[in-house]
């Protein structure tokens, strides 16, 4: 992060003995990822869409360069000057004194769009007047803004890539620390037309500007560096309103110190129960539901950490300061007093306003600039509303990283959404960070819904783990005496034990009742479908018997009728039968038997 | 208007009347400008038959005076007089595309 000075060479120290020397960019922590800067004499290629930063890139090395001494030249196609100048004067930079001193040089240059073309031309112009102010300067450093606009007016592949090696060329002999940056289409078209500039430059980094889950982010990737080493990763960086500033992502890494000594928490029971009190350097974790007092136990701490005259910057993502100090008033707490005097700062955020790479970069900057005893992040939990999954993860565990390093107290606070909150806690992947953990819930109690306190983890420490009422009152919080539940004195884990063992039975118990009443639903079951067999059997029997003595009775009535038939007109009735039987078997086959 | 080589300016000027300026800008010793040029005094007898000034800038001795016309490109003719002012690149080649562009068609 520090700001080393540009524009001298360097003999690369930082890793990987390379002897090609380097000049110092200049731009935070891009040194870091190049191992030491851009290549002396040699020309760096800056590739990225539209609004991903190049030119500012380009306009950061010169200005530093500039500033000590190391006179630049800056050329776009794609701005007037007048308007380079208004924008850089917006990140805090003054090109004009630096112009008036012959240390910087800007270069509007424009291609007449309404030229006409007759015949072939080069950029022997171009050259001419850099080669001109180069000497004049003494510049060894030049930055070629939107080099792809310049090109368009060769509207000829072959053309463009001629002109280009002839720039390139001229850059080498001249030996000039040259950085060219060139536009690339989102679908990398654009890119296809100008890849030959990848083997061409000495360096490539290409930018990155997208969002992911509506938080921008921006990133640069170093592609290669002809003869040295450098960061591969992709590297997030922010712009913010002094410059660049890439922070390494590769970086994060435990640097455990040793916990400091113990100070008072700002209730003088809850340092009993803690056994003196929260300790220096330490991360401290205060987890509850919405309403549990989290910020008003958070704010007992900074009272009482200004009253002793040290620095508190409080972070907060939830409410406005105005909104926090009105609100504290109500418990008895004025954090007036202490913003008076400047031992409390409070910096508010909307966690969705920028990435968490920015959000990181501010709180770094605040505690460099404030150089506070004690940090307060208020909510951990509104950080995963900063983008990515990893957001969260990547600003706690790197801010708390800074702050130990610098051995810097962070209070967390997190609002958690479930009762069986101390879950909660092992989801975030930063418990190893935490030192300490107190834990705030409601606990209803004959219909009454009581706060609850209880110090579940604390390291180097014995605490106290068992839950304990607290109240809010109007003047400040109250930690009461170890809560005495229906059945007699709750003690921490061993009432927990109990009532995992007695859930457990019970469970046990209830399993077993289904299960036996499944057994007997299912032996019923069983014994009635063998019922429903065997009726259904004897009803089929029956049906059977019924059948035939019906057709017993049937076969008994004809053979009345018949009888009654054949005594009646028997004639008749075989003259009927006669004559079916003669027709059957066929008229011809009849007559010629007769 | 060329405070580092007023030779250039000298050599380069024919004064022959007031109202047409054209001015060449090139690199010495490119074989483009020197068609450029070559192109450029052919059209001038065939073509330029009113009073006209022309002014020969080599940009490798004065390069002022290309940063003060924005010439990024060689060669390059400017029509500063009468406006609107006219720029074209090239080596002048396309005899009919110079004339149109100078108004001379």
Known sequence: ?594 | MNRSDPKAKIRGTEAQGEEYILRLFMADNEPNSRQARENLERLQETHLKMPHKKEFVDVLEDFQTALDNNVLVTPCLILDSPLPKVTVFGNLSDTEKVLAALRLT
């Not at chain 1, 920028?354 to 951990?380: K, T, W, Y």
């Not at chain 1, 983890?457 to 005495?484: C, P």
């Open chain 1, 1 to 594: 992060m520090a700001k080393r000075t540009p524009g001298k060479e360097t003999k690369n120290t930082t890793t990987k003995a390379s002897e090609l020397p380097k000049v110092v960019t200049g731009i935070a922590g891009l040194d870091d990822v190049l191992y030491g800067g851009f290549p002396v004499g040699r020309t760096t290629l800056l590739n990225g869409g539209p609004g991903t930063g190049k030119s500012i890139f380009g306009m950061e090395f010169l200005y530093r360069g500039a500033i000590n001494d190391e006179p630049g030249i800056f050329v776009t196609f794609e701005e007037r000057a007048e308007a380079v100048r208004e924008n850089t004067l917006a990140l805090g930079w003054d090109l004009a004194p630096l112009e008036k001193e012959g240390k910087f040089f800007l270069f509007g240059a424009h291609v007449d769009p309404q030229a006409a073309i007759s015949g072939d031309f080069n950029v022997k112009g171009l050259l001419a007047i850099v080669e001109g102010k180069a000497k004049s300067m003494g510049a060894r450093h030049i930055v070629i803004d939107a080099l792809d606009v310049l090109m368009r007016v060769f509207d000829n592949p072959v053309r463009e890539r001629n002109e280009l090696y002839a720039l390139h060329d001229w850059l080498n002999d001249h030996e000039m620390t040259a950085v060219l940056t060139v536009k690339t289409s989102a679908g990398g078209d654009i890119m296809s037309r100008y890849e030959f500039l990848d083997y061409m430059a000495d360096c490539v980094i290409q930018l990155d500007h997208r969002a992911v889950e509506q938080v921008s982010t921006r990133r640069l990737r170093v592609i290669k560096y002809r003869g040295s080493d450098f960061i591969h990763n992709e590297c997030p960086f922010v712009i913010t309103g002094n410059g660049i500033s890439i922070i390494p992502i590769s970086a994060v890494e435990l640097r455990h110190k040793a916990l400091g000594p113990k100070m008072p928490t700002g209730h003088p029971r809850l340092d009993t129960i803690m056994d003196g009190g929260y300790r220096r350097a330490s991360t401290i974790l205060i987890s509850g539901t919405a309403g549990t007092g989290k910020t008003t136990l958070a704010n007992t701490f900074v009272v009482a950490a200004c009253e002793r005259g040290e620095k508190v910057l409080y972070i907060n993502f939830e409410e406005s300061q105005e909104a926090m100090v009105s609100g504290m008033l109500s418990p008895g707490i004025d954090l007036r007093p202490v913003l008076r005097d400047g031992k409390l700062r409070v910096m508010t955020a909307m966690p969705e306003a920028m990435g968490a790479e920015e959000h990181l970069f501010q709180a770094l900057r605040s505690i460099e600039a404030f150089q506070p005893d004690h940090v307060v992040v208020d909510a951990m939990s509104s950080c995963r509303r900063m983008g990515t999954k990893q957001a969260d993860y990547e600003y706690l565990m790197r801010l708390a990283n800074a702050c130990k390093e610098k051995g810097i107290t962070v209070l967390l606070t997190n609002q958690t959404t479930g009762f069986r909150n101390e879950d909660e806690i092992t989801g975030i992947d930063i418990s190893s960070m935490i030192d300490t953990v107190i834990i705030l819930r409601f606990v209803e109690i004959g219909g009454e819904l009581n706060r609850m306190l209880m110090v579940l983890k604390s390291r180097g420490q014995n605490a106290a783990s068992q839950y304990r009422e607290y109240v809010i009152t109007d003047h400040g919080i109250d930690v009461l005496d170890v809560y005495i539940g229906g059945g007699g004195v709750l003690t921490g884990t061993a009432r927990q034990e109990q009532e995992a063992k007695e859930a457990f039975e019970a469970r046990r118990k209830r399993v077993e009742i289904e299960l036996r009443e499944h057994d007997i639903k299912r032996k019923r079951a069983e014994m009635e479908a063998e019922i429903a067999r065997q009726r259904a059997e004897l009803e089929t029997a029956e049906a059977e018997l019924k059948a035939l003595q019906l057709e017993e009775g049937l076969v008994e009535k004809g053979r009345d009728i018949r009888g009654k038939m054949r005594g009646e007109d028997a004639n008749s009735l075989r003259l009927n039968k006669r004559v079916p039987q003669r027709k059957e078997r066929g008229t011809g086959g009849k007559e010629d038997t007769k």
